[in-house]
């Protein structure tokens, strides 16, 4: 008998801050599957080429995505789209050039996320975005971004490398806390605050070189 395989589901959340406001979600999936998405609002597409939805009343809502293999979702949102925590499918993600803030704990656990592309618009990454994003390697902090809340990348342990713009000014608290293969060549020299246990790890050794002296 052939085992019939069950399909994943990888949520995600709409926080709709207008009425009528539009979103866009595009999958790439490793097989031609039956992709269905259930809006929040409980409307349903299945197999489209985008998924587009228009929410017409502004509110918080959860998105089901369900399919086989989904590995790779781009984002398209006026506003905000995030996804709910523990996501253990996705793998890569790619936010439009219309996302301008991350929120706080947006992909909180998303523990097989590889890989993340946010664009140069984007000027806020919110408290513990990427908390315990555990096989997250390398990451480019876009050139607009002056704060690195905190709690952002804690417990990354897969996390190696990391590009800080220049115009960064703070690092916050337990920012990158167990961090423990994150290797920082350089901090930017503009920076005012380093805060507690930004780089605390207990087991592991790693090297910071300094480009001045930050108290």
């Known amino acids: 008998a052939v085992k019939e395989k069950k399909s994943k589901e990888v949520?995600?959340?709409?926080?709709?801050?207008?009425?009528?406001?539009?979103?866009?979600?595009?999958?790439?999936?490793?097989?031609?599957?039956?992709?269905?998405?259930?809006?929040?609002?409980?409307?349903?597409?299945?197999?489209?080429?985008?998924?587009?939805?228009?929410?017409?009343?502004?509110?918080?809502?959860?998105?089901?995505?369900?399919?086989?293999?989904?590995?790779?979702?781009?984002?398209?949102?006026?506003n905000r789209v995030i996804f709910a925590d523990g996501n253990k499918y996705v793998k890569t993600v790619k936010l439009s050039s219309t996302i301008a803030a991350i929120p706080e704990y947006a992909f909180c656990e998303c523990v097989n996320l590889t890989n993340i592309d946010i664009n140069d618009?984007?000027?806020?990454?919110?408290?513990?975005?990427?908390?315990?994003?555990?096989?997250?390697?390398?990451?480019?902090?876009?050139t607009g971004i002056s704060n690195i809340n905190d709690y952002t990348f804690a417990f990354c342990h897969s996390l190696e490398t990391i590009s800080f713009p220049l115009v960064l000014q703070r690092?916050?608290?337990?920012?990158?806390?167990?961090?423990?293969?994150?290797?920082?060549?350089?901090?930017?020299?503009?920076?005012?605050?380093?805060?507690?246990?930004?780089?605390?790890?207990?087991?592991?050794?790693f090297f910071i070189q300094f480009s001045r002296t930050v108290i």
Not at 18 to 29: L, T
Not at 53 to 78: C, E, F, R, V, W
Not at 121 to 142: E, M, Q
């Open 121 to 142: 618009n984007n000027t806020d990454i919110g408290i513990g975005a990427f908390y315990d994003c555990y096989n997250l390697k390398n990451i480019v902090i876009p």
């Open 11 to 78: 949520s995600a959340m709409a926080n709709k801050d207008k009425p009528n406001s539009k979103v866009e979600i595009h999958i790439e999936n490793s097989k031609e599957t039956s992709i269905e998405v259930i809006w929040g609002d409980g409307s349903i597409d299945t197999n489209p080429a985008i998924y587009s939805h228009i929410y017409k009343q502004p509110n918080m809502y959860q998105i089901a995505i369900i399919g086989d293999d989904i590995t790779s979702i781009a984002l398209n949102d006026n």
């Open 171 to 205: 690092i916050g608290e337990a920012a990158f806390i167990e961090c423990s293969k994150l290797i920082v060549s350089e901090i930017p020299i503009g920076v005012q605050q380093i805060a507690s246990r930004a780089f605390v790890i207990l087991f592991f050794a």
